[in-house]
């Protein structure tokens, strides 16, 4: 049964915090009509049968030969509505991944999507799609960056036609600027294959690894900055704050100065928007922060997840435990991220449109899971 395989192989890809992070990365499976798909809300790290939504394949295919509105909502809420029109009977009460639709354009058994930060090093830099081109050639596409659920996957289904069109082979790599890694297969070795040819490619590149050992950090700066925090979201905002801090290297290298937090300020990929919020707020002086929180949440009507602060590095701070250390968990990846595009010409984050795009369609698709 090739759900038991995939079930096998998501938990052992969920696993490895190289490759997942939170609830980062979905897998599928195909076998005759029917597609399962990882369902949203679900880890692969522990996803079981359960968390698989089966699909109607025929249905999937017809969403890209229906016309969409051109208005954002529309079209979003319209494409909602048909991925779960295709559901198969009995599975109502799931929602299936928003890249659903993603994954039912490879004609491959088996489809694994990750968003591993040493891929996104290349996918978030510079010079990303030239060198995507010189090392893998042929063999992969290359998806410019572009809005999510049905653009993207509209996008993808064009290039893949043109594919097989040009080499007479149905696609089975794609790289998604701002966003990962698609690999398809009719074997779970295919899919290691295909994974370690990429991922072993780009870490030939890597001219500096990201350091997370501790740091020299201020001591007392940093009590007090975490003290500051804990009453700025406690009585100004009636929050409750659960703060994770780690000083190391890493952070504290981007924590210097206004000039070096720029690299990190405007989001990599959605990941980052989901679990840090967008933008993270940077402070000399830990009595600014009552303030530079409140300029924040008037602005971009949340609070902030994560606050730099110079010579203390990076606090992740959220209402929950969880939330917390996924915020953490996924700063330290946009660290990654940006260590490892310095050697792809440095850094290139989503823009501000798409990164508001992001930002209100999550809003929407979170929306429409309460309601369903
Ligand atoms: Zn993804």
Redo the contacts with the bound molecule.
């Keep these: 049964m090739v759900i038991d395989e995939l079930v096998k192989f998501s938990n052992f890809y969920g696993s490895n915090e190289e490759l997942v992070l939170a609830g980062?990365?979905?897998t599928s499976a195909k076998e005759n009509g029917v597609m399962y798909i990882k369902g949203s809300g679900t880890s692969l790290s522990t996803i079981t049968k359960d968390g698989f939504v089966k699909m109607n394949r025929a249905k999937l295919k017809e969403i890209f030969s229906k016309e969409y509105p051109d208005n954002d909502k529309e079209r979003e809420a319209l494409f909602l509505e048909d991925l779960s029109d295709a559901k198969e009977p009995g599975e109502e009460s799931k929602r299936p991944s928003v890249?659903t639709t993603l994954h039912s354009l490879f004609e491959y058994t088996f489809v694994l999507?990750l968003?591993p930060a040493l891929v996104n090093g290349l996918t978030c830099s510079e010079n990303g799609k030239e060198k995507a081109k010189e090392l893998f050639g042929d063999s992969v596409i290359w998806v410019d960056v572009c809005k999510p659920g049905y653009i993207l996957s509209k996008i993808c289904f064009d290039l893949m036609e043109k594919y097989k069109k040009c080499f007479n082979k149905s696609a089975d790599m794609i790289l998604?600027e701002n966003?990962?890694v698609f690999v398809a297969g009719n074997t779970v070795e295919e899919l290691d294959e295909k994974l370690s040819l990429i991922t072993s490619k780009i870490r030939n590149e890597i001219s500096r690894e990201p350091d997370f050992s501790s740091g020299e950090f201020d001591g007392e700066k940093s009590m007090r900055t975490f003290n500051k925090i804990s009453e700025t979201f406690g009585e100004l905002f009636n929050d409750d704050a659960v703060i994770s801090y780690e000083p190391s290297e890493e952070s504290l290298k981007i924590a210097q100065s206004e000039e070096t937090v720029k690299k990190i300020y405007n989001p990599f990929n959605?990941?980052q928007i989901v679990y840090c919020k967008p933008y993270p707020i940077y402070i000399e002086n830990e009595e600014d922060i009552p303030s530079k929180t409140t300029e924040y949440k008037n602005k971009n009507g949340f609070l902030p997840k994560i606050i730099l602060v110079k010579d203390c590095g990076a606090y992740a701070v959220d209402v929950t435990e969880k939330g917390s250390t996924n915020a953490s968990m996924l700063f330290n990846d946009a660290l990654k991220i940006a260590c490892y595009a310095e050697s792809f010409g440095g850094g290139k984050p989503m823009t501000a449109e798409l990164t508001d795009f992001i930002v209100n369609w999550e809003a929407e698709a979170y929306r429409s899971k309460q309601a369903k």
Excluded: F, T
């Design positions: 980062g990365g979905n890249e999507h968003h998604l966003h990962g959605p990941d």
